[in-house]
């Protein structure tokens, strides 16, 4: 059984910084690729960035670059977001997720993730 745990949501002005944490555990995480999603209310979940926790290369949406950094802590099977700059349209449920096993591939779609955590509420008031 893999596990995820999210934690760091919260409400912030525009302008303002959070940094979101997800733990991975359980005998048979064997996942290579952690990443971020996103869904605001009466939308699709959508990719935010991921990062392959061996060898670190990462991958950001669009919407997102140069304002959120991904990164890892691979001795604790954790991944960080930190999030500048922020904006309100970056309100929503982010959702950590894990990989498919021993895959090293970063994928920008829900389909190439395996393990989904419980998600966390970001809110940026204007």
């Known amino acids: 059984q893999v596990q995820l745990v999210e934690s760091g949501g919260g409400l912030v002005q525009a302008g303002g910084s959070l940094r979101l944490s997800c733990a991975a555990s359980?005998?048979?995480?064997?996942?290579?690729?952690m990443g971020w999603f996103r869904q605001a209310p009466g939308k699709e979940r959508d990719f935010v960035a991921a990062i392959n926790l061996n060898r670190g290369p990462t991958g950001y949406a669009d919407s997102v670059k140069g304002r959120f950094t991904i990164s890892r802590d691979t001795a604790k099977n954790t991944v960080y977001l930190q999030m500048s700059s922020l904006k309100p349209e970056d309100t929503a449920v982010y959702y950590c997720?894990?990989?498919?096993?021993?895959?090293?591939?970063?994928?920008?779609?829900?389909?190439?993730?395996?393990?989904w955590g419980q998600g966390t509420q970001v809110t940026v008031s204007s």
């Open positions: 997720a894990a990989g498919k096993p021993y895959s090293n591939t970063i994928y920008y779609t829900r389909g190439g993730y395996e393990y």
């Open positions: 359980g005998r048979s995480f064997s996942s290579s690729v």
